[in-house]
């Protein structure tokens, strides 16, 4: 079992920061990539930014520049440093990981519960 426990959303006003956190636990022998989607009420959820354990980073061409994602392979964490934030940014944010488990035949994709982001004046 590996569980994604989100964090760090909330209500800010435009212009403001909020940093996401998210933390993987369980039987986990290795983690290839994590990642942040979010998804706006009624739609799919769309990546905007990933971390690889190889130490390379993906961003949305909607959040390059504001956003900056970090991951700590040996924590099995995964961060979010959102600035300037934008009405558009307002959406559920879920954390993504694709991990080895210990003892496992394969990788597994695994999605946290999501955190809410609202961004308004």
């Known amino acids: 079992q590996v569980q994604l426990v989100e964090s760090g959303g909330g209500l800010v006003q435009p212009g403001g920061s909020l940093r996401l956190s998210c933390a993987a636990s369980g039987n986990i022998a290795h983690i ?3 990642g942040w ?3 706006y009420p009624g739609k799919g959820r769309d990546l905007i930014a990933r971390a690889a354990s190889d130490g390379s980073t993906h961003y949305a061409d909607s959040v390059k520049g504001r956003f900056t994602v970090s991951m700590d392979n040996a924590k099995s ?3 979010l440093q959102m600035n300037s ?3 558009e940014d307002t959406a559920l944010y879920h954390c993504n990981a694709v991990v080895w488990p210990t003892r496992g035949t394969r990788w ?3 999605w946290g519960h999501g955190t809410q982001v609202t ?3």
Do not use: A, E
Request: hydrophobic share 30%; aromatic share 12%.
């Open 37 to 39: 989607y979010r998804q």
């Open 85 to 87: 934030l934008r009405p």
């Open 32 to 34: 290839n990539t994590m």
């Open 77 to 79: 964490t995964l961060n």
């Open 119 to 121: 961004v308004s004046s």
């Open 108 to 110: 597994f994709d695994t």
